[in-house]
């Protein structure tokens, strides 16, 4: 069965530079959602769209902003880079209401040095 | 959102049956009860939901008392592939569109 890609899985970045983040969805499932997990931390919801338009906002910094596609792909963009970005990114996907299992993909591990 | 508290931590041994309790006294009358699991490095996977009274798949079963103030994950005869870190969350469905993961329980299974 079709599972939730990411890439890229890993990226190395430096201090203030730019990172994007794509997120593909499983086919016909209307909502993404966008977590950061730290180093021994708990999964942080970041933000959320639901049929294209953004739904929730969680502990996401200014710095970021995540938008869904036509082809209900998300990117989640990363700017002026600080060190404790440091994480893994994890989208997930649901399909339609009342089901709403969320879906994880294998997340992609930043590391800003 | 619903706030949820877990046992930080929990060891077990292979073959017992683990049990995993989470309270969550503020529980709204739409809010769904679930259970996620997690392996170092990948993404949550769900185990179980349940509104309330018992749900049974074939991996869990949840517990859930008449009040709903908590919810019981049951493991049956948990193997060293089960340590893991366990999330209970709670809200309408998954908390709706905005799904907030409390601090999990660690569960260590030794041989």
């Known amino acids: 069965a079709a599972g939730v890609i990411q890439s890229p899985r890993h990226l190395i970045k430096e201090k203030r530079e730019t990172a994007t983040l794509k997120c593909y969805p499983i086919?016909?499932?209307?909502?993404v959602y966008w977590y950061q997990q730290g180093p021994g931390q708990d999964p942080q919801f970041l933000i959320s769209f639901y049929e294209k338009m953004q739904s929730d906002k969680g502990s996401i910094p200014d710095r970021f902003s995540a938008q869904q596609f036509s082809d209900y792909h998300s990117e989640l963009n990363m700017s002026s880079l600080e060190l404790g970005d440091s994480a893994l990114y994890f989208c997930?996907?649901?399909?339609?209401?009342?089901?709403?299992?969320?879906?994880f993909g294998p997340g992609t591990r930043l590391t800003v040095l | 959102l619903a706030k949820t508290t877990q046992p930080i931590s929990m060891d077990s041994y292979e073959g017992q049956e683990v049990n995993i309790t989470c309270s969550h006294n503020?529980?709204?009358?739409?809010?769904?009860i679930t259970w996620y699991q997690q392996f170092p490095s990948q993404g949550p996977r769900f185990i179980i939901q349940g509104y309330k009274t018992k749900v049974t798949n074939e991996v869990a079963s949840l517990f859930i008392p008449a009040d709903r103030k908590s919810s019981t994950l049951s493991l049956p005869r948990v193997s060293l592939s089960d340590t893991a870190v366990y999330y209970c969350l709670v809200g309408l469905y998954t908390g709706g569109f905005k799904t907030i993961f409390g601090a999990g329980t660690r569960l260590f299974v030794k041989a």
């Open positions: 997930a996907s649901s399909p339609p209401s009342p089901v709403t299992e969320q879906f």
């Open positions: 503020n529980i709204a009358t739409n809010d769904y």
């Open positions: 086919p016909r499932h209307d909502t």
